[in-house]
């Protein structure tokens, strides 16, 4: 409970904040009455502001400068090792009713869980300070600009922030003058330091609660320092909260990458990609094309707002300003305009390894390896160690306008138009590499059965196959069904002749011999080159009982080194395999009950009826 001193301290908090908005001021100083904090720092997201924050969490221990000549300006952090990816076991969806909440996401009654998140943030920011970011997830200048405020006890935080989203004072003096709705994301480490206490370099909690009140817009994320948990802009916001958002004012919110694409003739398309965390959104983002003529320009690489648009188009935008990309596997051969962008420095690296010479390394990152590395756990660390170096969820966090393939698109506030939507996962067999849908609702199907392998983003056994829907498992807001319904009805708010044309990819099926049946990364622009010439009609397809495949001679494989036997792996619909999708995926159905639209159902039985034929 807060003591009158306290109390007292709030309301000098206030009185001396940037800001007379009294919508933000009365948040503000609740949570400084609950949490009580030693003081309160409003974010102004100037670069002085955040060096001086970054050489206080070198003081603490949480930041090690890294050698200027390797990544200028840049740090790296170490969490705790039981806080490094998304709890989803710990995240939930508190609507008011339970089926609002649907069978993906975990529930609990509002009310009850208020009271229990205010039992944990009561005291919560003892010993610290208590940071007001105001931040805007989209552009300033949009037609409906997306405001928060976040709340937090950790510096870690406010930088990280500093680089995913744009914050700062002329958001906060934008919200003020429009006096905007803001979402209220209140996030605490849970680690309140006592008279006496010394604090440890990543401060979090055991417990951990990653909550979200749709009907009230807001989140409560307790105990976690870990990116997706506690960046509350991202996944709580852009996706979870953002989701609601979308149903109610008819757009959609979606875990996608936007890639621009010019063909040699100069004709240029905007393509946009979901795929579960850890399966390829960052990479082909930022695809270096090996076919010559094609050139690829980013947009964004892991969230996507799509709006109807006044000509009758969607309209794409990348509500974000900069990567939180999983390191392993980025490398200077896989993903050279990554490695360019974040060679620049300004950068934020959790959970990698560190070179002898002050830089970083991951697994993936040079084909040569270390000799003697310090490991993500600062251990000594060697090729014949047994545990990889960096962790397999580590994370580079870089601004994106330091991509030299950034598109100028990219800075549009209302986005562009929409060409064509991929929906990928990690899938060993059964997927092949592309395939494109009949049309919007065979599509709206291929989204609502997408299917990977579980990855390291997520606590949890790695490898197991799920149903992951949009890629949206993690992040859908309120009921799946609905969700899906919600797909369905948002096309009719656009001309049909412009909707999207909708592609299941898959690049990481496996051959006979168990290794990968396509190359994969830069290789991938030859799929999308065929997908391209389909939306132009000049590509061939095999029309099969799931969709239209690419014949052999339709991808362009000048100068790859692919043989036949693999092509065949990468590109095969085998039946007996898709009978046994088929079954899985009824058995993925019958968990929606009454709330899975009957025009997704339909689908389903027409797949059925084309498999067994
Ligand atoms: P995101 O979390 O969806 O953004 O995924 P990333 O792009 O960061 O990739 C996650 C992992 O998948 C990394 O280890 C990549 O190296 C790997 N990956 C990405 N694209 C491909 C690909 O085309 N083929 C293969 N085999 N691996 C890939
Ligand atoms: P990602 O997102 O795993 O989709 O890259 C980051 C996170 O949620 O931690
Ligand atoms: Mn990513």
Same mark, same amino acid.
């Given at each position: 409970?807060?003591?009158?001193?306290?109390?007292? =301290?709030?309301?000098?908090?206030?009185?001396?904040?940037?800001?007379?908005?009294?919508?933000?001021?009365?948040?503000?100083?609740?949570v400084?009455?609950?949490?009580?904090p030693?003081?309160?720092?409003?974010?102004?997201?100037?670069?002085?502001?955040?060096?001086?924050?970054?050489?206080?969490?070198v003081?603490?221990?949480? %930041?090690?400068?890294?050698?200027?000549?390797?990544?200028?300006?840049?740090?790296?952090?170490?969490?705790?090792?039981?806080?490094?990816?998304?709890?989803?076991?710990?995240? $939930?969806?508190?609507?008011?009713?339970?089926?609002?909440?649907?069978?993906?996401n975990?529930?609990?009654?509002?009310?009850?869980m208020?009271?229990?998140?205010?039992?944990?943030?009561?005291?919560?920011?003892?010993?610290?300070?208590?940071?007001?970011?105001?931040?805007?997830?989209?552009?300033?200048?949009?037609?409906?600009?997306?405001?928060?405020v976040?709340?937090?006890?950790?510096?870690?935080?406010?930088?990280?922030?500093?680089?995913?989203?744009?914050?700062?004072?002329?958001?906060?003096?934008?919200?003020?003058?429009?006096?905007?709705?803001?979402?209220?994301?209140?996030?605490?480490?849970?680690a309140?330091?006592?008279?006496?206490?010394?604090d440890?370099?990543?401060?979090?909690?055991?417990?951990?609660?990653?909550?979200?009140?749709?009907?009230?817009?807001?989140?409560?994320?307790?105990?976690?320092?870990?990116?997706?948990?506690?960046?509350?802009?991202?996944?709580?916001?852009?996706?979870?909260?953002?989701?609601?958002?979308?149903?109610?004012?008819?757009?959609?919110?979606?875990?996608?990458?936007?890639?621009?694409?010019?063909?040699?003739?100069?004709?240029?398309?905007?393509?946009?990609?979901?795929?579960?965390?850890?399966?390829?959104?960052?990479?082909?983002a930022?695809?270096?094309?090996?076919i010559?003529?094609?050139?690829?320009?980013?947009?964004?690489?892991?969230?996507?707002?799509?709006?109807?648009?006044?000509?009758?188009? =969607?309209?794409?935008?990348?509500?974000?300003?900069?990567?939180?990309?999983?390191?392993?596997?980025?490398?200077?051969?896989?993903?050279?305009?990554?490695?360019?962008?974040?060679?620049?420095?300004?950068?934020? %690296?959790?959970?990698?390894?560190?070179?002898?010479?002050?830089?970083?390394?991951?697994?993936?990152?040079?084909?040569?390896?270390?000799?003697?590395?310090?490991?993500?756990?600062?251990?000594?660390?060697?090729?014949?160690?047994e545990?990889?170096?960096?962790?397999?969820?580590?994370?580079?966090?870089?601004?994106?306008?330091?991509?030299?393939?950034?598109?100028?698109?990219?800075?549009e506030?209302?986005?562009?138009?929409l060409?064509?939507?991929? $929906?990928?996962?990690?899938?060993?067999?059964?997927?092949?590499?592309?395939?494109?849908?009949?049309?919007?609702?065979?599509?709206? =199907?291929?989204?609502?059965?997408?299917s990977?392998?579980?990855?390291?983003?997520?606590?949890?056994?790695?490898?197991?196959?799920?149903?992951d829907?949009?890629?949206?498992?993690? $992040?859908?807001?309120?009921?799946?069904?609905?969700?899906?319904?919600?797909?369905?009805?948002?096309?009719?708010?656009?001309?049909?002749?412009k909707?999207?044309?909708?592609?299941?990819?898959?690049?990481?099926?496996?051959?006979?011999?168990?290794?990968?049946?396509?190359?994969?990364?830069?290789?991938?622009?030859?799929?999308?080159?065929?997908?391209?010439?389909?939306?132009?009609?000049?590509?061939?397809a095999?029309?099969?009982?799931?969709?239209?495949?690419p014949?052999?001679?339709?991808?362009d494989?000048?100068?790859?080194?692919?043989?036949?036997?693999?092509?065949?792996?990468?590109?095969?619909?085998?039946?007996?395999?898709?009978?046994?999708?088929?079954?899985?995926?009824?058995?993925?159905?019958?968990?929606?009950?009454s709330?899975?639209?009957?025009?997704?159902?339909?689908?389903?039985?027409?797949?059925?009826?084309?498999?067994?034929?």
């Open positions: 409970m807060a003591n009158n001193s306290s109390l007292a =301290f709030a309301d000098r908090a206030v009185a001396e904040a940037p800001t007379s908005y009294g919508k933000m001021l009365d948040w503000v100083k609740e400084a009455e609950l949490t009580e030693d003081s309160v720092y409003w974010v102004d997201g100037s670069q002085e502001e955040y060096d001086r924050l970054a050489g206080e969490l003081q603490a221990g949480t %930041f090690v400068k890294l050698a200027e000549d390797k990544v200028p300006n840049s740090y790296a952090a170490f969490s705790d090792p039981a806080d490094v990816a998304r709890v989803e076991d710990r995240t $939930f969806i508190c609507s008011e009713k339970e089926e609002d909440a649907g069978f993906t975990n529930w609990k009654d509002p009310a009850e208020k009271g229990i998140l205010k039992d944990a943030f009561a005291g919560s920011m003892h010993g610290r300070t208590m940071y007001v970011i105001p931040f805007v997830m989209g552009h300033l200048d949009a037609d409906d600009p997306k405001f928060g976040e709340i937090t006890d950790s510096a870690y935080v406010v930088n990280s922030m500093r680089i995913m989203a744009r914050i700062g004072t002329d958001v906060l003096q934008k919200m003020e003058e429009t006096e905007a709705f803001f979402v209220p994301a209140l996030h605490s480490v849970g309140p330091l006592e008279e006496g206490d010394t440890v370099a990543w401060p979090c909690n055991e417990t951990k609660w990653i909550v979200h009140f749709p009907e009230e817009r807001s989140i409560w994320s307790y105990g976690s320092g870990y990116g997706g948990n506690a960046l509350l802009g991202k996944k709580c916001y852009a996706l979870r909260i953002a989701s609601v958002m979308a149903r109610d004012e008819g757009w959609l919110a979606e875990h996608m990458l936007i890639l621009k694409l010019t063909n040699p003739e100069g004709k240029s398309y905007t393509i946009s990609g979901a795929f579960p965390s850890a399966c390829g959104k960052t990479n082909l930022l695809i270096d094309p090996t010559e003529g094609w050139k690829a320009e980013t947009l964004g690489d892991d969230i996507t707002w799509i709006r109807p648009g006044r000509d009758g188009e =969607f309209r794409v935008v990348n509500p974000e300003s900069g990567y939180f990309g999983v390191a392993p596997g980025t490398g200077w051969s896989t993903n050279p305009n990554a490695m360019k962008a974040i060679a620049k420095g300004n950068s934020i %690296f959790t959970n990698v390894a560190l070179t002898d010479d002050g830089g970083v390394w991951w697994e993936g990152m040079t084909d040569e390896v270390p000799a003697h590395l310090t490991d993500w756990r600062g251990n000594d660390w060697t090729p014949e160690s545990t990889p170096a960096a962790h397999p969820n580590s994370r580079f966090c870089t601004p994106i306008d330091q991509t030299e393939m950034l598109a100028d698109e990219y800075h506030p209302n986005g562009v138009k060409d064509a939507i991929l $929906f990928g996962g990690r899938r060993k067999t059964t997927i092949p590499l592309v395939t494109e849908s009949f049309d919007w609702e065979d599509g709206i =199907f291929k989204g609502a059965t997408l990977s392998e579980t990855t390291a983003a997520a606590v949890g056994a790695v490898g197991v196959v799920r149903r829907p949009m890629a949206m498992l993690p $992040f859908i807001g309120y009921d799946a069904g609905d969700y899906l319904e919600h797909w369905v009805k948002v096309s009719g708010e656009v001309d049909q002749s909707l999207p044309r909708i592609y299941l990819v898959n690049w990481f099926r496996r051959n006979r011999d168990g290794g990968f049946a396509w190359p994969g990364f830069g290789e991938n622009s030859r799929v999308l080159k065929w997908v391209v010439e389909r939306l132009e009609g000049t590509a061939e095999t029309e099969t009982p799931i969709g239209r495949v014949t052999p001679e339709a991808l494989l000048t100068g790859l080194d692919l043989s036949d036997a693999d092509l065949e792996d990468a590109l095969t619909v085998d039946a007996e395999e898709w009978k046994a999708e088929v079954a899985s995926i009824e058995e993925w159905f019958a968990r929606f009950g709330s899975l639209p009957a025009s997704i159902a339909g689908q389903l039985d027409g797949l059925k009826q084309r498999v067994n034929a």
